[in-house]
T-cell receptor
Framework: NAGVTQTPKFQVLKTGQSMTLQCAQD?????MYWYRQDPGMGLRLIYYSASEGTTDKGEVPNGYNVSRLNKREFSLRLESAAPSQTSVYFC???????????FGNGTRLTVT | GEDVEQSLFLSVREGDSSVINCTYTDSSSTYLYWYKQEPGAGLQLLTYIFSNMDMKQDQRLTVLLNKKDKHLSLRIADTQTGDSAIYFCAEKAQNAGNMLTFGGGTRLMVKP
């Protein structure tokens, strides 16, 4: 019962470096999401994919890109990391847009 | 836009009841959720309530919804040390598609 798997668990980047956060789910869910969590601010939606082949911007998309590679996988890319992107990133999935979300364990990213 | 507010911190003694409160601004909310986050982990769905309900009970958890005041609460009966975590309230607005709006989280500390 893997659920939602995120890699890596931790990452340190220098300003300007790029990286891709990986997410995969094995629950055959249609919808997938990327959130960032900052202290005292709850979770804010970066991008989501309602179904395979579609992606949409969330509340805070600037500085990020996403790819819904197939039904299982949804990756988040930082092309040129900035210190403001230091955060904990959570991937989530749900069967559809009205169902509760299932979360991964997060990726803690530090940009220096 | 939507806003969801929670108090930052709650401390209770083991065996007491805990009540975590949440207020939201969007009157078109359809679903309201409570998630629990333990250290180093993702968010785990505890319970949710549809906006046409006033109350939902699930074992030690009771959710109360006052739609007129846009107030949601989570009561945990017989609170245990294992209930220590951060609790997030989230709401889904009618026209929000797949987007949830999260509160900043309430850190519950249970003292033995």
């Amino acid at each position: 019962n893997a659920g939602v798997t995120q890699t890596p668990k931790f990452q340190v980047l220098k300003t300007g470096q790029s990286m891709t956060l990986q997410c995969a789910q094995d629950m055959n869910h249609n919808s997938m999401y990327w959130y960032r969590q900052d202290p005292g601010m709850g979770l804010r939606l970066i991008y989501y994919s309602a179904s395979e082949g579609t992606t949409d911007k969330g509340e805070v998309p600037n500085g990020y890109n996403v790819s819904r590679l197939n039904k299982r996988e949804f990756s988040l890319r930082l092309e040129s990391a900035a210190p403001s992107q230091t955060s904990v990133y959570f991937c989530a999935s749900s069967p559809d847009g009205n169902s509760p979300l299932h979360f991964g364990n997060g990726t803690r990213l530090t940009v220096t | 836009g939507e806003d969801v507010e929670q108090s930052l911190f709650l401390s209770v003694r083991e065996g007491d009841s805990s009540v975590i409160n949440c207020t939201y601004t969007d009157s078109s909310s359809t679903y309201l959720y409570w998630y629990k986050q333990e250290p180093g982990a993702g968010l785990q769905l505890l319970t949710y309530i549809f906006s046409n309900m006033d109350m939902k009970q699930d074992q030690r958890l009771t959710v109360l919804l006052n739609k007129k005041d846009k107030h949601l609460s989570l009561r945990i009966a017989d609170t245990q040390t294992g209930d220590s975590a951060i609790y997030f309230c989230a709401e889904k607005a009618q026209n929000a598609g797949n987007m949830l709006t999260f509160g900043g989280g309430t850190r519950l500390m249970v003292k033995p």
